[in-house]
């Protein structure tokens, strides 16, 4: 398609025009005050107006014709109209005109963006009080602002995610609710639950609540004394500590398979016993018991003679001094058989000195007749073993 060389100058024309006049856009919080900035590159001395978003006219130069003193000028110069907007409200938000007296006309818009922060965020629980093992369902909501809150939830140092919901009222608000369902743990009681509110026009907003959770006792048996080894004629003191939520109601002692001995004393949650003897040998149990449920811890208890563990250093000794004979021993029969394969391997092969020659001889008398001295001097050569 052809385009004629005028159509051309003129888009080129306002292109640069457009480029000449220059402002930004403007986001402020409501109640707030908002500055339009009018600015020109290169001014031919042609006029500078602003216009609000119906295009009513309400700065033209410096002065103001529009009868709204929520307007006031901040700057006036041949490069720069600036205008400043108090009190903003949700009704003054709009696309702004700065506009500049040339031919053609140039324009450039400034959009104003009203923020509107949430009210203080409400937090609501299914229930004051979960047991451990439950799940729990809270919900955190942010009411009346724009734009839209986003919502984060933190238990602990922990972040949780949450499913969120958004409604646009009538007046163009929003309002955010997030649902927040997780199961509880006994760790989790007195933990803080954080809904912490994200918006534009506000920091750190957020509200918070904790968690109180139930749970069974934790039980634990502890021995206040005899220390070291239970022994016959001693007494004992057991101590059942037990801790819950809500605190344990009762707390008892009991002997599996029997009953608690004779000399056998409760008091509160301490079991005392005089003068132990092997007949009292067996499982104690400290039992403890609250509205969520029952616990229990075992102790198995071994009376020792009333001696026992005496002499225990002397029977090391005996145990080091065995380990030592048991190695001389194996020494000494090593020795024994490397000296007994020696003596066999050698067997046979020692030659007296009568024996000297008799390996060539023809028969046995000729062999006693060459050996070296024959039977004359057998009285002078003697032999010694060893």
Known sequence: ??????????????????????????????????????????????????????????????????????????????????????????????????????????????????????GNPIIESRERQVIEGNETEMTCTAMGSKPAATIRWMKGDKELQGKSKVEQTYDRMFTVTSQLTFTVTKEDDGVPVVCSVDHPAVKDLQAQTYLVVHYKPE??????????????????ELSCQAKGKPHPQRINWV????????????????????????????????????????????????????RAGEGAPRAVDHAVIGGVVAVVVFAMLCLLIILGRYFARHKGTYFTHEAKGADDAADADTAIINAEGGHNNSDEKKEYYI
């Open 255 to 306: 002997k599996l398979d029997d009953d608690l001995p004779s000399h056998a004393l409760i008091t509160g949650a301490d079991l005392y016993i005089e003068n132990l003897n092997k007949t009292y040998n067996g499982t104690y149990r400290c039992f403890a018991v609250n509205s969520v449920g029952e616990s229990y811890d075992d102790y198995i208890l071994y009376v020792y003679d009333s």
């Open 219 to 236: 039980v634990k048996i502890v021995v206040e004394f005899p220390d070291g080894l239970p022994r016959e004629g001693q007494n004992m």
């Open 1 to 118: 398609m052809f385009i004629p060389f005028w159509a051309v100058c003129v888009i080129c024309c306002q292109m640069f025009q457009s480029q000449n006049l220059v402002t930004d856009d403007v986001a402020v919080v409501e109640g707030e005050i908002a500055v339009i900035s009018c600015r020109v590159k290169n001014n031919d001395d042609s006029v500078i107006q602003l216009l609000n978003p119906n295009r009513q006219t309400i700065y033209f130069r410096d002065v103001r014709p529009l009868k709204d003193a929520r307007f006031q000028l901040v700057n006036f110069s041949d490069n720069e109209l600036r205008v400043s907007l108090s009190n903003v409200t949700l009704s003054d938000e709009g696309r702004y005109v700065c506009q500049l007296y040339t031919d053609p006309p140039q324009e450039a818009y400034a959009d104003i963006t009203v923020l509107i922060p949430p």
